[in-house]
């Protein structure tokens, strides 16, 4: 896997020895990768991501895996917050109204497994922005396609089960549901039933609980005094 380096002077130390337990993938939402960069590797404007996958599939490397990226801002996941301390941040050059390219899925893929072997994570760490802040951000959209990574190992992708408690079901799977019911839907159709309106349904009950009942939530804290990752490939 060849990686370039545009190094951003724009991170931190991971706090409290929290070591990786989640993978958050974004979209850009800018015209290209270069514009992307430029903004992502600007000390001014503090934002940074461990990685960019561009659309011809070129990889870049912003931030060293142990440093805190500043990706994700406010939010939560599974209860924990400072999501940033517990997760490598991942932008896809993309405009957020278009499909994702096709060297750009097939790099992501393959640094999606590698990422998910070295730091020992199940497919379920693998998250959108929208999961973890769903009454601010709606990367990376609906037109991101979840169930072929789901396909690959590399996410989840529930089985449709009994209805239960939508919410309930939401906060087992990992979802800050106290952002309210209007947010949490609207981030659960994004990724697990895209473009699909309305008020709650069957279907989305159905699928919430499979979510929950498949891959519930580990609320364990994990740090850095675990046994350390094996260094990127630069290639494979």
């Known amino acids: 896997m060849e990686i370039v380096d545009r190094l951003s002077s724009s991170f931190g130390e991971r706090r409290r020895g929290l070591a990786v337990s989640l993978i958050v993938l974004h979209y850009t939402g800018m015209s290209d990768a270069e514009a992307a960069l430029t903004r992502l590797c600007n000390t001014e404007d503090e934002v940074s991501a461990h990685y960019l996958v561009a659309k011809d599939g070129t990889l870049y ?24 301390s517990r997760s490598i941040g991942i ?9 994702f390219a096709e060297p750009q899925m097939a790099a992501l893929e393959e640094l999606l ?33 979840w169930q072929r990574l789901a396909a690959k190992g590399l996410s989840v992708w529930p089985e449709p089960s009994m209805r239960g408690d939508f919410m309930k079901d939401a906060s087992y799977f990992g979802y800050p549901v106290e952002k309210g019911q209007t947010h949490i839907l609207n981030a659960f159709r994004q990724r697990f039933r895209p473009f699909e309106t309305g008020p709650l349904s069957v279907a989305d009950e159905s699928m919430m609980a499979g979510l929950a009942r498949q891959y519930p939530a580990d609320v364990t804290e994990r740090t850095a005094r675990r046994t350390p990752t094996r260094p990127l490939h630069e290639e494979s």
Do not use: C, Q, T
């Open 61 to 84: 490397r912003m931030v060293d895996e142990k440093h805190r990226a500043w990706h994700a801002g406010e939010g939560s996941w599974a209860g924990h917050d400072d999501i940033n």
């Open 91 to 99: 932008e896809l050059d993309n405009d957020g109204a278009s499909r």
């Open 113 to 145: 497994a590698d990422l998910l072997e070295r730091h020992d994570l199940p497919a379920k760490s693998v998250i959108a922005h929208s999961d973890m802040a769903p009454d601010r951000k709606s990367d990376p959209g609906p037109y991101f396609d």
